[in-house]
Every structure is written in structure tokens, then in C-alpha cells.
């Protein structure tokens, strides 16, 4: 009776997560098709979707609504499901990350990036040390301040691609001068956030221990060599030959099976899972392009339709406006301005040096400035890591949603009326055939989430 009993209310925790996976998923699209209608990425929905089902909104309620859908002991499961699209996820970040982007403007993509990084690393350090003894201590575990203010610089550093090349593709600004070297200086963008946060990782991992450093990056090295020398010709040679007899479902199983294998390597090295699952997407051979987004790329994005959502719940399930005190709240003002500061000067300065007018380096620092679904991602990896307490993941999360709600309005104003685009804001061609290099070939290729 006792094991029928335990049966049963396992089976019930089990279709409690199911439940609640249906309510994620007819929030997170009513949300998200209300941020659309507001001109905003889907992915602002999603997130207020689950900031609203959380203790900020409906756990203010009578009834304890948001402990009664989400219980104690099912989130867990849910954080489970969430993990495991996001890992799916990851591997295709990686996977879309694209050369072809970089290649028309590498010199100056990479100076925006490399500048609009350090200038917003640089604040988010400066600022650390005026956070850090209210947030010093979670779960009773202490933080040094080095991991502390790195992961701060980190978070302040971010540009969220994904959600950039919607906004793009929503504003018609691809063609443009601003939108095209955005584009290509958030995916390298992307790629040094990715690093920075392999690097934190490790740091927490070692724990003060500069034996136990030298141990994750010598393995993390072998690892990154491995994957690029050995790993990533037997990908290649593996999807050309499935992929010439159409065996897609299997092919598709293995890739998901190396994702998060990759990401469970990384984890036993000491850095996030996450890297993996980016790292093993990056390694992925990009052709035959269309025959690999037909068959799989959109099987793909169908499992983040349906798991990413789960994910924005569980960040939402963290957040506590209520928790904040007056003190957070100017700490809270304090983040956006270092956060806004840090992205739009460090993005202005390399395009007005560049040529570029007021007009366009204003826009350039406003989409530098969105970093939505990327920043959730890290500053999940750091509530897992532990170097977050709740009042510091919500302001960031505040923060990532006003950094990336404010950049569809505010570049809606600066588009003439008349053509949507300036012709002198154009991307100037080579000549009169259409670049196979350009931005518009490779968002044909990535199919932004927003």
C-alpha cells in the first residue's frame, strides 16, 4: 500500500509538470503575441509571461496561487525540462554562429565588440564593489568579490543575438550600415560571452584554488582542441554521408545525444554546460545550408517552440519584486544606466571614428544594447553556480528586460517615414550582384528567436 501510495504521488507530481508545462505554453504565446503587437521581441512576452506567474504578480494574490500551479516539489522537473531546451538550444546558437556574418566588416565588427565589451566590463567591475556586501552571501555559502565583480562585468557585457536579428528583420534595418555591423559584432559578441562565462565558471568551480584553476583550464584546453581537431571532421564526415541517404532522424538523435554529452563534459570539467552545447553546435559543418535547415535546423526550432518557454517560467518563478528594498531599487537604477552607459558609448565611439553619422552610431549603440535571451541564459548559469542571491537575479533580469524593450520604440523614430531606410545609410555593394556574404544570406540561414 505504502509503494502504491509513493506510486501514485510521484505520477501526480508528474502530471502536475505536465499541467503546468500547458499553462507555460498558452502564457508564454498570449504574452508573446502581445509583445509583437507592441513592436517588441517575443522573447519580452515570454519573460513577462513568467514574471507574472511568479511571486511578483499572481503570487501576491489571495490563495498562494503561484505555490498552488508551481509547487515546491515540481520545480525541479520543471527546471529539468527547461535545462535540457536550453542545452538543445545552445547547440543551435552555436551552430548559427556564421562567418559570413563577420567577413564584410571584421576589422570594425571587432572593434565594436572588443570596445563596447570592455567599456561595459570595465563599469560593471567599477560598479561590483557597491553590490557586493549586500550580496556577498548566498545560501549561506560566501563569494569572493574577483567572481563576484567578474560575473557583474559579464552581465553588463552581453548582446543577445538572437534577439538582434529580430529586431532587424522587424525595423527592415539588415540593409543598413548600423543593422549589418551589429549583426556581425554580436555574433562575436556572443562568442567572448560565451568565454567570459567558461572563464567564471571556472573561477567559482576552483574556489580561491589556483591549483584547481590550472587543472579546469588545462582540461577546458584539451577539451576546446579536441572538439575542433577530432570532433568536428567526424561531424562533418558523419552528416555528409547520413545526410546523402537521408537518414535525418537518426542523424538528428545523434547530434542531440552529442549536444548534451558535450554539455555534461564540460560540467565534469568545471565550466557550464552551456559551453559544451555551444561549442559542439559551433563545430557543426554549415553545408549543404538549405538541406540542412529543411530536415534539421527546423526540427530543432520546433523543440525550442515548445521547451524555451518552460525556461523563461522558471527565470520568472525567480524573480520577487517584492523582495527588493529601497536600497535595491537604487541599486536597481544604478545597473540599467552602468548597463545603457557601458553598451551605447562603447558601441558610438569605434562608429563615429568609422564615419558613421550621429544617426547611425546612436542606432548601432541601441541594438548593442538589447541582450534578452542571451543574458537570461548567463544569469541562470550563475543562480546555478550559486554566485547569485534572488534580489541580485531579479534587478538583472529587470535590467535585461528594459536594455532590450527599449530598442524597437526608440529605433522606430529614427526610420524615415517615407522609405523605411535611408539610401545613405546602405550597405554599399561591390558590385551589382547580391552579396552571398551578407546579412540578409545569413539570417536566411539562422532564423532568429525573438
Known amino acids: 500500500m505504502t509503494t502504491l501510495a509513493a506510486a501514485s504521488a510521484q505520477d501526480m507530481k508528474l502530471a502536475v509538470m505536465l499541467a503546468d508545462i500547458g499553462v507555460v505554453l498558452v502564457a508564454g504565446a498570449a504574452l508573446g503575441r502581445l509583445a509583437q503587437k507592441l513592436r517588441q ?45 536550453l542545452i538543445l538550444f545552445m547547440f543551435v546558437v552555436g551552430w548559427e554562429f556564421e562567418k559570413r ?19 561595459a566590463f570595465g563599469l560593471g567591475v567599477a560598479l561590483a564593489p557597491f553590490l557586493y ?46 543593422g549589418s555591423l551589429s549583426l556581425a559584432s554580436a555574433a562575436i559578441d556572443d562568442l567572448l560571452a560565451w ?82 552545447a555551444f561549442l559542439f553546435g559551433f563545430v557543426m559543418p554549415r553545408e549543404p545550408a538549405m538541406v540542412l535547415a529543411e530536415h534539421l535546423r527546423k526540427p530543432m526550432d520546433h523543440v525550442s517552440v515548445v521547451l524555451l518557454p518552460v525556461f523563461f517560467i522558471v527565470t520568472g518563478l525567480g524573480v520577487d519584486l517584492g523582495a527588493l528594498t529601497s536600497g535595491d531599487l537604487v541599486a536597481l537604477v544604478a545597473i540599467i544606466v ?15 571614428l568609422a564615419g558613421f553619422s550621429w544617426r547611425e552610431a546612436k542606432d548601432l549603440g541601441l541594438l548593442m544594447n538589447t541582450r534578452g ?23 538583472l533580469v529587470i535590467m535585461a528586460l528594459v536594455t532590450t524593450a527599449m530598442a524597437g520604440p526608440l529605433l522606430s523614430r529614427r526610420r524615415p517615414a517615407e522609405t523605411g531606410v535611408s539610401e545613405a545609410s546602405k550597405v554599399p555593394e561591390v558590385s551589382g550582384e547580391p552579396d552571398p556574404y551578407g546579412p540578409e544570406a545569413a539570417v536566411d540561414f539562422i532564423r532568429p528567436r525573438g
Not at 519573460?47 to 489571495?62: D, E, K, R
Not at 552571501?137 to 536579428?165: E, K, N, R
Not at 552602468?338 to 563615429?352: E, M, Q
Open 338 to 352: 552602468v548597463a545603457c552607459t557601458g553598451k551605447l558609448v562603447g558601441a558610438i565611439l569605434p562608429a563615429r
Open 195 to 276: 568565454c567570459l562565462l567558461a572563464y567564471v565558471s571556472a573561477l567559482v568551480t576552483a574556489n580561491g584554488n589556483y591549483a584547481d584553476l590550472g587543472r579546469i583550464g588545462l582540461w577546458s584546453a584539451a577539451y576546446v582542441a579536441g572538439m575542433l581537431l577530432v570532433v568536428r571532421p567526424l561531424v562533418a564526415r558523419l552528416v555528409w554521408r547520413w545526410a546523402a541517404t537521408e537518414r535525418w532522424s537518426a542523424l538528428l538523435a545523434v547530434l542531440c545525444a552529442g549536444a548534451l554529452t558535450s554539455a555534461w563534459l564540460t560540467t565534469w570539467i568545471g565550466i557550464h554546460a552551456i559551453f559544451g
Open 41 to 85: 521581441p517575443v522573447v519580452v512576452g515570454e519573460i513577462t509571461a513568467g514574471i507574472l506567474l511568479g511571486p511578483s504578480v499572481l503570487g501576491l494574490l489571495p490563495g498562494n496561487l503561484t505555490e498552488r500551479l508551481f509547487p515546491v516539489d515540481v520545480r525541479p522537473l520543471l527546471s529539468a525540462v527547461s535545462q535540457v531546451g
Open 133 to 178: 556586501d549586500e550580496h556577498a552571501t548566498v545560501a549561506g555559502h560566501h563569494i569572493s568579490f574577483v567572481a563576484f565583480a567578474t560575473f557583474i562585468g559579464t552581465a553588463m557585457s552581453v548582446t543577445a543575438f538572437p534577439v538582434l536579428a529580430r529586431i532587424l528583420t522587424e525595423n527592415k534595418l539588415l540593409d543598413t550600415r548600423a
Open 373 to 395: 535571451l542571451t543574458e537570461l541564459i548567463i544569469l541562470n548559469a550563475a543562480v546555478s553556480l550559486g554566485v547569485l542571491d534572488g534580489r541580485m537575479f531579479t534587478m
Open 101 to 119: 556574418l563577420i567577413r564584410p566588416h571584421a576589422r570594425l565588427a571587432a572593434g565594436v565588440s572588443l570596445s563596447s565589451i570592455a567599456m
